[in-house]
T-cell receptor, first 112, second 115 residues
Framework: RKEVEQDPGPFNVPEGATVAFNCTYS??????FFWYRQDCRKEPKLLMS???SGNEDGRFTAQLNRASQYISLLIRDSKLSDSATYLC?????????????FGKGTMLLVSP | DVKVTQSSRYLVKRTGEKVFLECVQD?????MFWYRQDPGLGLRLIYF???????EKGDIPEGYSVSREKKERFSLILESASTNQTSMYLC??????????????FGPGTRLTVT
């Protein structure tokens, strides 16, 4: 099983639509979870951290299900500027140190 | 705002050359990381450092070395560049976590082409 698995997409949605991305992870001991956003030819930037209780930031809602090892991101009222690749990120252990493992990303294309 | 800078945005080198990629962060972060990103393969960790003069191998360290002489600076070295090292190289930094991890902040990347 891949460490962090995401549907690569692309997801093509019209402006104003609601879209959801899912991600599964293999390391049951993971404790930190994030969604990053990466625009074309740019560096990844933190979109939001994901907490056990779920969290919301404006139009974005993240959920964590530890039992199923599953993370989700919901985007409401999509904007053209939301077009990007969304990376699911989970921490793990590497040489005894906590490092981050990045999924390959899900591409979102929002059209007028 | 956290700022992570990388010495070059684009670099073209010849096979066999020694290549230095420099990264500097201004937020006093303990941890620094080097990744490469390739289409279809995502971000892969090359090396990381959790303190000055300390380094640990990531998932794909072969063909690379690193240096961390100062807290704010982390260098990636390609001893003898090869064409399969053509890639986007991303540096990142973060606070030192415990069992979990803090978010990482990325530099703008260096697109290296080895011919």
């Amino acid at each position: 099983r891949k460490e962090v698995e995401q549907d690569p997409g692309p997801f093509n949605v019209p402006e104003g639509a609601t879209v959801a991305f899912n991600c599964t992870y293999s390391n049951s001991a993971s404790q930190s979870f994030f969604w990053y956003r990466q625009d074309c030819r740019k560096e990844p930037k933190l979109l939001m951290s994901v907490y056990s209780s779920g969290n919301e930031d404006g139009r974005f809602t993240a959920q964590l299900n530890r039992a199923s090892q599953y993370i989700s991101l919901l985007i409401r009222d999509s904007k053209l500027s939301d077009s990007a690749t969304y990376l699911c990120v989970v921490n793990g252990r590497n040489s005894g140190y906590s490092t981050l493992t990045f999924g390959k990303g899900t591409m979102l294309l929002v059209s007028p | 705002d956290v700022k992570v800078t990388q010495s070059s945005r684009y670099l073209v080198k010849r096979t066999g050359e020694k290549v230095f990629l420099e990264c500097v962060q201004d937020m006093d972060h303990e941890n620094m990381f080097w990744y490469r990103q390739d289409p279809g393969l995502g971000l892969r960790l090359i090396y990381f450092s959790y303190d000055v003069k300390m380094k640990e191998k990531g998932d794909i360290p072969e063909g690379y070395s690193v240096s961390r002489e100062k807290k704010e600076r982390f260098s990636l070295i390609l001893e003898s560049a090869s064409t399969n090292q053509t890639s986007m190289y991303l540096c990142a930094s973060s606070l030192r976590g415990g069992a979990g991890s803090y978010e990482q902040y990325f530099g703008p990347g260096t697109r290296l082409t080895v011919t």
